[in-house]
Nanobody
Framework: QVQVVESGGGWVQPGGSLRLSCSASGFTFSRYSAYWYRQAPGKEREEIASFTGVRGSANYADSVRDRFTMSRDIAKNMVFLQMAGLKPEDTAVYYC???????????????WGQGTQVTVSS
């Protein structure tokens, strides 16, 4: 069984910070591409950060660039999203996603977490 589980969401005031965590099991996360998405109420799902390849660098949507930082801990089989300077428009359910090929070869995994709520308000 392959899965990812997000944690770390909550309520913060504008300008605050949160760190989201994504824990993987059943597969080696470092072999897969990692993504953070978010979906605000009434809006489409938005890709906000990604980390692909062993030597790849993180990429960010314009809406979060310079405020959010994506990282990974290979030993712990986890990825993180450090969020700073949070704004009310960052309020959304945040999802972790992993994409990659199984070691066996032919199966491609597209693994989604259940999401964690982030609410930014006064």
């Amino acid at each position: 069984q392959v899965q990812v589980v997000e944690s770390g969401g909550g309520w913060v005031q504008p300008g605050g910070s949160l760190r989201l965590s994504c824990s993987a099991s059943g597969f080696t996360f470092s072999r897969y591409s990692a993504y953070w998405y978010r979906q605000a109420p009434g809006k489409e799902r938005e890709e906000i950060a990604s980390f692909t390849g062993v030597r790849g660098s993180a990429n960010y949507a314009d809406s979060v660039r310079d405020r959010f930082t994506m990282s990974r801990d290979i030993a712990k089989n986890m990825v993180f999203l450090q969020m700073a300077g949070l704004k009310p428009e960052d309020t959304a359910v945040y999802y972790c996603n992993a994409k990659g090929w199984r070691l066996e070869g032919s199966q491609f995994d597209d693994i989604w977490g259940q999401g964690t709520q982030v609410t930014v308000s006064s």
